[in-house]
T-cell receptor, first 109, second 113 residues
Framework: RKEVEQDPGPFNVPEGATVAFNCTYS??????FFWYRQDCRKEPKLLMS???SGNEDGRFTAQLNRASQYISLLIRDSKLSDSATYLC??????????FGSGTRLQVQP | NAGVTQTPKFRVLKTGQSMTLLCAQD?????MYWYRQDPGMGLRLIHY???????AKGEVPDGYNVPRLKKQNFLLGLESAAPSQTSVYFC????????????FGDGTRLSIL
């Protein structure tokens, strides 16, 4: 089993839709969680950290479920500019961050 | 601020050649990292450094050397390039440890023929 697993997608949604991605992690001792965004052929950029109580940044909401060992990202009112690959990133307890392979989102007009 | 800067952006090598990728950060970060990203796979950690003069192996360290002679610079050396090292290489830095978000450079596309 991979340490961090994501549905690769693609998720094709119309503008204005709400879309949610989940990411599961295998190490119950994981302490830090992030969502990154990566545009085609570009570097990953931090979208948001994920806190235990859940957190929101504008149209983006991140949740952590420790019992089921997953994190989620909800995007409301999708924009064309949200089209990208979303990377789930977890500190798995070893001295490293582990990156998921990413979920591709395509927002269509 | 430039953030994290990688040079070169693109390079084509022949098998057996050597080269060094340079990463520079101007954020006074202690930790620096080298990753590779291959199609269909997540970023994989090659080596990392927790401070000037120190380096440690990541998930896929073989075939690379990584001097950290100055706090702001982290080099990635390929002594004898192999086709399996064809990849996109990203450098990143973080203020302190692995529980901190990492800031990435814009990558180096390396092809080994």
């Amino acid at each position: 089993r991979k340490e961090v697993e994501q549905d690769p997608g693609p998720f094709n949604v119309p503008e204005g839709a709400t879309v949610a991605f989940n990411c599961t992690y295998s190490n119950s001792a994981s302490q830090s969680f992030f969502w990154y965004r990566q545009d085609c052929r570009k570097e990953p950029k931090l979208l948001m950290s994920v806190y235990s109580s859940g957190n929101e940044d504008g149209r983006f909401t991140a949740q952590l479920n420790r019992a089921s060992q997953y994190i989620s990202l909800l995007i409301r009112d999708s924009k064309l500019s949200d089209s990208a690959t979303y990377l789930c990133v977890v500190n798995t307890g070893r001295r490293a961050l582990t990156f998921g392979s990413g979920t591709r989102l395509q927002v269509q007009p | 601020n430039a953030g994290v800067t990688q040079t070169p952006k693109f390079r084509v090598l022949k098998t057996g050649q050597s080269m060094t990728l340079l990463c520079a950060q101007d954020m006074n970060h202690e930790y620096m990292y080298w990753y590779r990203q291959d199609p269909g796979m997540g970023l994989r950690l090659i080596h990392y450094s927790v401070g000037e003069g120190t380096t440690a192996k990541g998930e896929v360290p073989d075939g690379y050397n990584v001097p950290r002679l100055k706090k702001q610079n982290f080099l990635l050396g390929l002594e004898s390039a192999a086709p399996s090292q064809t990849s996109v290489y990203f450098c990143a830095s973080s203020r302190t440890g692995f529980n901190q978000p990492q800031h990435f450079g814009d990558g180096t596309r390396l092809s080994i023929l």
